[in-house]
């Protein structure tokens, strides 16, 4: 089945920097769009950013616009989100997200993505 695990989460100092990877097995990775989400305490999910199945396109929230960098590796079926000049308010669990449908390009919208890991928490704190 679609597994989804994602790594890389701690706490870091603002202005500082890390890197979230996501290992995905049970599908066909290199066929589907992905998305990286976050989930702030007591706050709703928010979605961050996403990348096509080929790695050409990207998108990204404003609020990390300049700051984020998604990117894939097909072969190694992963996806990374860097992170920097962090932030206190970028503190959330950050998820990896699947998108529903096969090479079609992923969209902003949390509803179209039908599998999610357990989250990497990131705290911003100094």
């Known amino acids: 089945q679609v597994q989804l695990v994602e790594s890389g989460g701690g706490l870091v100092q603002p202005g500082g920097s890390l890197r979230l990877s996501c290992q995905a097995s049970?599908?066909?990775?290199?066929?589907?769009?992905m998305s990286w989400v976050r989930q702030a305490p007591g706050r709703e999910l928010e979605w961050v950013s996403n990348?096509?199945?080929?790695?050409?396109?990207?998108d990204y929230a404003d609020s990390v616009k300049g700051r984020f960098t998604i990117s894939r590796d097909n072969a190694k079926t992963m996806v990374y989100l860097q992170m920097n000049s962090l932030k206190p308010e970028d503190s959330a669990v950050y998820y990896c997200?699947?998108?529903?449908?096969?090479?079609?390009?992923?969209?902003?919208?949390?509803?179209?993505?039908?599998?999610r890991g357990k989250g990497t928490r990131v705290t911003v704190s100094s």
């Open positions: 997200a699947k998108f529903h449908t096969p090479y079609r390009v992923p969209t902003r919208s949390i509803d179209e993505y039908n599998a």
């Open positions: 049970g599908f066909d990775f290199r066929f589907y769009g």
């Open positions: 990348i096509d199945f080929s790695g050409v396109s990207t």
